[in-house]
C-alpha cells in the first residue's frame, strides 16, 4: 500500500484518493468494440427489423395464405395438416411404430425425449469449447436432430396427397341450406361424416357438382357404391325419398348471389 500522497485517512481506513470523480468510462477507451445503445445499437436493431418485415409483407402480398371454407367439426373425412414446421411431427404419426395402438409414442413420447434432449444439453455437454469439432457431444446432438428433422419433413411433403388435400378445403357457394329439416335430421347424422359438413366433399365426393337425378342418389343410398354402405336397413323409404330429393337439388352458385 502506498503512502503519503494520493491517501487520505478516514478515520481508521484508508482509501486511495480519485482526482476524478466515478464516472462511466468513455467508450472511445474502447474503439471498435463497444457502442452506446441509443442511438447506434437501437438503430441498428430497428433497421434490421424493417428489413426482415417488409421481406415478410411482400411475402404475404405474393402468395398470401390459402383461405378454406369454414371449419366443420361435424367433418370427420376432413384431414387436417399442420403448418410447415410442424410436418415433421405430422409425418412421423404416419409411422407404423407411432400410430395406431403406439399412437402414445409418436404423440408424447418421441416429442418428449426431443424437449428433454434439449434441456438437458447444458449438462450434457458443459465444454468451454467454442469450435464445433472440439464438441462433439453438442455438434451430434444438433446434426442428429437436424438431419430427422429435415428427412421427416421432405417425405411429408413428397408424398402427400396435396391435390385431394387442396379439394377438400376449396369454398364452394351452393344452395344448402343448413336450417332446413331433412339437413338436420337425415343428411347431417348420414351424410356428413363422409361427404363433409357442407357436402362439398371429403372422404366422400363432392354432392354439390354431382348433379345426380334422384332415382341415382335414391340407388346409390339403398344399395351403396365402392366404400359407401347401404342405407336401406337403417332407413325408412320415406327418409331415403327425402335425402334424395334434398341431394338431387342441390347445385352451385355464384359468391354474388
Same mark, same amino acid.
Given at each position: 500500500?502506498?503512502?503519503?500522497?494520493?491517501?487520505?485517512?478516514?478515520? &481508521?481506513?484508508?482509501?486511495?484518493?480519485?482526482?476524478?470523480?466515478?464516472?462511466?468510462?468513455?467508450?472511445? /477507451?474502447?474503439?471498435?468494440?463497444?457502442? /452506446?445503445?441509443?442511438?447506434?445499437?437501437? =438503430?441498428?436493431?430497428?433497421?434490421?427489423?424493417?428489413? @426482415?418485415? *417488409?421481406?415478410?409483407?411482400? #411475402?404475404?402480398?405474393?402468395?398470401?395464405?390459402? !383461405?378454406?371454407?369454414?371449419?366443420?367439426?361435424?367433418?370427420? $373425412?376432413?384431414?387436417?395438416?399442420?403448418?410447415?414446421?410442424?410436418? @415433421?411431427?405430422?409425418?412421423?404419426?404416419?409411422?407404423?411404430?407411432?400410430?395406431?395402438?403406439?399412437? *402414445?409414442?409418436?404423440?408424447?413420447?418421441?416429442?418428449?425425449?426431443?424437449?428433454?434432449?434439449? =434441456?438437458?444439453?447444458?449438462? +450434457? &455437454?458443459?465444454?468451454?469449447?467454442?469450435?464445433?469439432?472440439?464438441?462433439?457431444?453438442?455438434?451430434?446432438?444438433?446434426?442428429?436432430?437436424?438431419?430427422?428433422?429435415?428427412?421427416?419433413?421432405? /417425405?411429408?411433403?413428397?408424398?402427400?396427397?396435396? /391435390?385431394?388435400?387442396?379439394?377438400?378445403?376449396?369454398?364452394?357457394?351452393?344452395?344448402?341450406?343448413?336450417? &332446413?329439416?331433412?339437413?338436420?335430421?337425415?343428411?347431417?347424422?348420414?351424410?356428413?361424416?363422409?361427404?363433409? $359438413?357442407? #357436402?362439398?366433399?371429403?372422404?366422400?365426393?363432392?354432392?354439390?357438382?354431382?348433379? +345426380?337425378?334422384?332415382?341415382?342418389?335414391?340407388?346409390?343410398?339403398?344399395?351403396?357404391?365402392? &366404400?359407401?354402405?347401404?342405407?336401406?336397413?337403417? !332407413?325408412?323409404?320415406? %327418409?331415403?325419398?327425402?335425402?334424395?330429393?334434398?341431394?338431387?337439388? #342441390? %347445385?352451385?352458385?355464384? %359468391?354474388? %348471389?
Amino acid at each position: 500500500m502506498k503512502r503519503g500522497k494520493g491517501l487520505t485517512f478516514v478515520g &481508521d481506513s484508508r482509501i486511495q484518493k480519485y482526482e476524478k470523480p466515478k464516472l462511466n468510462r468513455d467508450y472511445s /477507451e474502447f474503439p471498435g468494440r463497444t457502442e /452506446e445503445f441509443y442511438p447506434d445499437f437501437l =438503430l441498428k436493431e430497428w433497421v434490421t427489423g424493417s428489413v @426482415f418485415l *417488409i421481406g415478410f409483407l411482400c #411475402l404475404t402480398v405474393a402468395d398470401p395464405a390459402p !383461405l378454406e371454407r369454414i371449419a366443420d367439426p361435424t367433418d370427420t $373425412g376432413y384431414i387436417p395438416l399442420p403448418d410447415w414446421y410442424f410436418l @415433421f411431427l405430422y409425418q412421423i404419426l404416419k409411422y407404423s411404430y407411432a400410430s395406431g395402438p403406439f399412437n *402414445i409414442i409418436g404423440a408424447i413420447v418421441i416429442p418428449g425425449l426431443g424437449v428433454g434432449a434439449l =434441456l438437458l444439453a447444458p449438462w +450434457l &455437454d458443459n465444454n468451454k469449447e467454442r469450435l464445433w469439432s472440439k464438441r462433439p457431444v453438442a455438434s451430434a446432438m444438433m446434426l442428429i436432430s437436424f438431419a430427422i428433422i429435415f428427412y421427416t419433413t421432405w /417425405e411429408s411433403v413428397a408424398y402427400h396427397d396435396w /391435390e385431394t388435400q387442396n379439394q377438400q378445403g376449396e369454398i364452394v357457394f351452393s344452395n344448402l341450406d343448413t336450417e &332446413d329439416p331433412v339437413y338436420q335430421n337425415l343428411i347431417k347424422t348420414n351424410c356428413t361424416s363422409c361427404h363433409g $359438413g357442407e #357436402l362439398t366433399g371429403a372422404s366422400g365426393p363432392n354432392l354439390v357438382e354431382a348433379d +345426380l337425378a334422384p332415382e341415382t342418389v335414391q340407388a346409390f343410398v339403398e344399395n351403396g357404391s365402392g &366404400d359407401m354402405p347401404a342405407f336401406k336397413d337403417q !332407413l325408412s323409404d320415406d %327418409e331415403i325419398k327425402q335425402i334424395s330429393e334434398f341431394v338431387a337439388n #342441390l %347445385e352451385e352458385t355464384s %359468391e354474388d %348471389e
